[in-house]
């Protein structure tokens, strides 16, 4: 698999460049990118942080957008809080067209690369990961971090969700992590993933004074 990874420092969220017989980009993130062409964009959610710069890709390199069945409806039901964007105080654009809708099990194919749609709602009704098989990869968007979980209190989220996919996953043979935010892990991810439980916060809200989407 042909990698290329754009990590970001702060609160903008990582971008994976990959290449081959198809162009896939996983998020969006914040700031443009100057990329060669993409045929397929999915996102993992539909954070304000990962679908910023969506639409202005899907114009400029006329790519398809992809998102989970669960989460295209939790967004498309309303955009501006299902982003997030209200609670930010932001008014980026988000009216870009879903082109695909996947579930479950569905395999992307790119040529050599065949990434597997995991839909683990938790941190969103239908956040996504994708995993490649042959290198173990997990791309885990905000599920799960190379340190930690995504928070789970903003519309939508679910600390029980989040706990039980987290739990799926640590069922794969991965080796390395690619997440949303931060850096990426890479050994050890299985019995890593294996030793999180996400915390139950008192009341939904309790971390809502936080001014992080993660």
């Known amino acids: 698999m042909k990698l290329r990874p754009f990590f970001s420092n702060d609160f903008f969220s990582n971008v994976y460049l990959i290449e081959d017989k198809k162009n896939l980009l996983i ?3 914040t700031r443009p990118l100057n990329l060669p062409k993409i045929d397929i964009l999915v996102l993992t959610h539909c954070h304000l942080d990962h679908i910023t710069m969506a639409k202005n890709l899907q114009e400029k390199t006329k790519c398809e957008i992809w998102m989970s069945e669960a989460e295209a409806k939790f967004f ?3 955009r501006k809080e299902a982003s997030a964007s209200q609670f930010f105080k932001t008014s980026a654009n988000f009216d870009f067209k879903i082109n695909k809708r996947l579930r479950a099990g569905d395999v992307i194919n790119l040529g050599k690369t065949k990434l597997e749609a995991i839909v683990t709602p938790g941190h969103t009704p239908g956040s996504l990961c994708l995993y490649e098989p042959k290198s173990k990869t997990l791309f885990s968007g905000d599920t799960v ?7 789970y209190d903003l519309l939508g989220g679910n600390a029980s ?3 039980e996919s987290i739990k799926n996953l640590s069922k794969l043979d991965a080796e390395e992590l690619y997440p949303g935010h931060g850096p990426a892990r890479k050994g050890g991810v299985g019995a890593y993933l294996k030793s999180i439980e996400v915390w139950h916060a008192p009341t939904p809200k309790a971390r809502g004074i936080s001014r992080s989407l993660v």
């Open 145 to 151: 971090f190379a340190q930690g979980y995504g928070r």
């Open 161 to 163: 969700a989040l706990n």
């Open 76 to 78: 498309e039901n309303n």
């Open 27 to 29: 998020d969006a993130g």
